[in-house]
Protein backbone atom coordinates (compact mmCIF):
# COMPACT_ATOMS: atom_id res chain seq x y z
CA UNK A 1 0.00 0.00 0.00
CA UNK A 2 1.33 3.36 -0.69
CA UNK A 3 2.34 5.51 1.85
CA UNK A 4 1.01 9.14 1.76
CA UNK A 5 2.32 10.03 5.14
CA UNK A 6 5.66 9.47 3.89
CA UNK A 7 5.36 11.44 0.80
CA UNK A 8 3.72 14.43 2.19
CA UNK A 9 6.56 14.28 4.96
CA UNK A 10 9.14 14.41 2.29
CA UNK A 11 8.39 17.26 0.66
CA UNK A 12 7.41 19.42 4.35
CA UNK A 13 11.03 17.91 5.14
CA UNK A 14 11.94 19.46 1.41
CA UNK A 15 9.84 22.82 1.53
CA UNK A 16 11.10 23.10 5.17
CA UNK A 17 14.40 22.87 4.25
CA UNK A 18 14.52 25.97 1.36
CA UNK A 19 13.01 28.15 3.19
CA UNK A 20 16.14 28.02 5.92
CA UNK A 21 20.17 29.05 5.17
CA UNK A 22 22.18 25.75 4.36
CA UNK A 23 23.87 24.22 7.52
CA UNK A 24 27.62 24.56 6.90
CA UNK A 25 28.59 22.18 9.28
CA UNK A 26 27.88 18.56 8.32
CA UNK A 27 28.97 16.89 11.75
CA UNK A 28 26.60 19.22 13.84
CA UNK A 29 24.05 17.47 15.56
CA UNK A 30 20.34 17.86 13.31
CA UNK A 31 17.67 17.62 15.56
CA UNK A 32 13.79 16.63 13.84
CA UNK A 33 10.87 16.61 16.06
CA UNK A 34 8.41 13.69 16.08
CA UNK A 35 5.65 12.24 17.52
CA UNK A 36 3.55 8.70 17.70
CA UNK A 37 0.35 8.50 16.01
CA UNK A 38 -2.85 6.00 15.90
CA UNK A 39 -0.97 4.78 12.87
CA UNK A 40 2.68 4.06 14.64
CA UNK A 41 1.54 1.56 16.93
CA UNK A 42 1.48 -1.88 16.94
CA UNK A 43 -0.87 -4.45 18.88
CA UNK A 44 1.35 -3.59 22.34
CA UNK A 45 -0.07 -0.30 21.79
CA UNK A 46 3.67 1.04 21.43
CA UNK A 47 5.52 2.40 18.48
CA UNK A 48 6.35 -0.61 16.32
CA UNK A 49 9.86 -1.26 15.34
CA UNK A 50 9.49 -0.58 11.95
CA UNK A 51 8.31 2.99 12.78
CA UNK A 52 11.49 3.94 14.46
CA UNK A 53 13.19 3.04 11.53
CA UNK A 54 10.94 4.82 9.27
CA UNK A 55 11.36 8.24 11.52
CA UNK A 56 15.07 7.87 10.98
CA UNK A 57 14.70 8.44 7.83
CA UNK A 58 13.12 11.45 8.29
CA UNK A 59 16.05 12.84 9.88
CA UNK A 60 18.41 11.49 7.66
CA UNK A 61 16.63 12.91 4.65
CA UNK A 62 16.51 16.27 6.95
CA UNK A 63 20.16 16.37 7.19
CA UNK A 64 20.40 15.10 2.97
CA UNK A 65 18.49 18.61 2.40
CA UNK A 66 19.71 20.80 4.90
CA UNK A 67 23.42 20.64 4.32
CA UNK A 68 22.52 20.41 0.07
CA UNK A 69 24.15 16.83 0.06
CA UNK A 70 20.57 15.80 -1.91
CA UNK A 71 21.24 18.69 -4.24
CA UNK A 72 24.89 17.34 -4.66
CA UNK A 73 24.23 14.02 -5.51
CA UNK A 74 20.91 15.24 -7.81
CA UNK A 75 23.02 18.04 -9.72
CA UNK A 76 25.92 14.90 -10.30
CA UNK A 77 22.79 12.43 -11.63
CA UNK A 78 22.10 15.37 -13.93
CA UNK A 79 25.30 15.88 -15.50
CA UNK A 80 27.02 12.49 -15.82
CA UNK A 81 25.91 9.40 -13.54
CA UNK A 82 22.63 8.44 -14.38
CA UNK A 83 22.73 5.33 -11.54
CA UNK A 84 23.81 7.25 -8.30
CA UNK A 85 21.29 6.85 -6.04
CA UNK A 86 22.07 6.74 -1.61
CA UNK A 87 20.65 3.33 -0.46
CA UNK A 88 20.47 2.07 3.35
CA UNK A 89 23.33 -0.84 3.08
CA UNK A 90 23.38 -1.76 6.81
CA UNK A 91 21.90 -1.13 10.18
CA UNK A 92 22.54 -2.15 13.73
CA UNK A 93 19.45 -1.07 15.88
CA UNK A 94 18.94 -0.56 19.49
CA UNK A 95 15.41 -0.59 21.21
CA UNK A 96 16.15 0.97 24.66
CA UNK A 97 11.98 2.34 25.77
CA UNK A 98 8.62 1.91 24.21
CA UNK A 99 7.25 5.07 22.40
CA UNK A 100 3.13 5.20 23.12
CA UNK A 101 0.34 7.24 21.52
CA UNK A 102 0.92 10.93 21.76
CA UNK A 103 4.34 10.52 22.89
CA UNK A 104 6.59 13.43 21.51
CA UNK A 105 10.54 13.01 20.59
CA UNK A 106 13.31 13.85 19.24
CA UNK A 107 15.47 12.33 15.80
CA UNK A 108 18.86 13.30 16.55
CA UNK A 109 21.16 12.82 13.61
CA UNK A 110 24.61 12.91 13.15
CA UNK A 111 27.62 12.15 10.26
CA UNK A 112 30.30 9.95 11.88
CA UNK A 113 32.35 9.65 8.58
CA UNK A 114 33.02 8.42 5.61
CA UNK A 115 34.75 5.88 3.23
CA UNK A 116 35.20 5.64 -0.49
CA UNK A 117 31.87 3.65 -0.50
CA UNK A 118 29.29 5.11 1.87
CA UNK A 119 28.40 7.47 4.85
CA UNK A 120 28.60 6.17 8.45
CA UNK A 121 26.16 8.13 10.54
CA UNK A 122 24.42 7.56 13.97
CA UNK A 123 20.99 8.52 15.26
CA UNK A 124 18.68 8.20 18.01
CA UNK A 125 15.77 9.32 19.53
CA UNK A 126 14.78 11.09 23.27
CA UNK A 127 11.41 11.19 24.72
CA UNK A 128 10.40 14.97 25.29
CA UNK A 129 8.03 13.46 28.70
CA UNK A 130 11.68 12.08 30.49
CA UNK A 131 14.48 12.80 28.31
CA UNK A 132 15.63 9.49 28.07
CA UNK A 133 16.67 7.98 24.75
CA UNK A 134 14.64 5.00 23.82
CA UNK A 135 16.45 4.55 20.00
CA UNK A 136 19.77 4.29 18.91
CA UNK A 137 21.00 3.67 15.32
CA UNK A 138 24.48 3.04 13.45
CA UNK A 139 23.63 3.78 9.85
CA UNK A 140 25.81 2.93 6.65
CA UNK A 141 24.75 4.79 3.68
CA UNK A 142 25.70 3.29 -0.05
CA UNK A 143 25.84 5.38 -2.94
CA UNK A 144 24.86 3.22 -5.53
CA UNK A 145 27.37 4.56 -8.86
CA UNK A 146 30.66 3.20 -8.41
CA UNK A 147 32.01 5.86 -10.42
CA UNK A 148 31.30 8.65 -7.69
CA UNK A 149 32.60 8.62 -3.85
CA UNK A 150 30.77 9.86 -0.88
CA UNK A 151 33.92 12.64 -1.07
CA UNK A 152 33.15 13.81 -4.13
CA UNK A 153 29.50 14.56 -3.02
CA UNK A 154 31.60 16.48 0.24
CA UNK A 155 33.38 18.41 -2.34
CA UNK A 156 30.52 19.39 -4.83
CA UNK A 157 29.07 21.07 -1.55
CA UNK A 158 31.80 23.56 -1.82
CA UNK A 159 32.77 23.86 2.31
CA UNK A 160 36.49 23.96 1.86
CA UNK A 161 38.55 21.12 2.13
CA UNK A 162 36.71 18.72 4.22
CA UNK A 163 38.32 14.88 5.08
CA UNK A 164 36.47 12.63 6.67
CA UNK A 165 37.47 12.01 10.60
CA UNK A 166 38.77 8.71 11.48
CA UNK A 167 35.82 6.89 12.41
CA UNK A 168 35.31 5.72 16.71
CA UNK A 169 35.79 2.69 17.87
CA UNK A 170 31.80 1.93 17.95
CA UNK A 171 31.67 2.66 13.94
CA UNK A 172 34.73 0.73 13.17
CA UNK A 173 33.36 -2.27 14.90
CA UNK A 174 29.86 -1.62 12.66
CA UNK A 175 31.23 -1.28 9.27
CA UNK A 176 33.89 -4.46 10.23
CA UNK A 177 30.58 -6.56 11.41
CA UNK A 178 28.60 -5.22 7.61
CA UNK A 179 31.90 -6.56 5.61
CA UNK A 180 31.64 -9.59 7.37
CA UNK A 181 28.24 -10.36 6.96
CA UNK A 182 28.42 -9.28 3.57
CA UNK A 183 31.10 -11.73 2.87
CA UNK A 184 28.86 -14.76 4.27
CA UNK A 185 26.04 -14.10 2.08
CA UNK A 186 28.56 -13.96 -0.53
CA UNK A 187 30.21 -17.15 -0.14
CA UNK A 188 26.20 -18.64 -0.18
CA UNK A 189 25.57 -17.37 -3.58
Not at 28 to 38: D, K, T, V, Y
Not at 140 to 168: F, K, N
Request: contains cysteine.
Amino acid sequence: MFDFGYVFRVIALNWRSKSKVRVKDLFSEFILPGRCWINDLDINWHMNNSRYLRECDFGRIDWLMKTGFWNAMLETRKSNVKDLNLVVSSCQAQFRRSIELGDRFKIYTRLCGWDDRALYMEQWMVTDKDNQIAFALLVRIALTSRSVTPQMLIDALQLGAIQSPELSETMKKFKENHQISSSGVKAKL
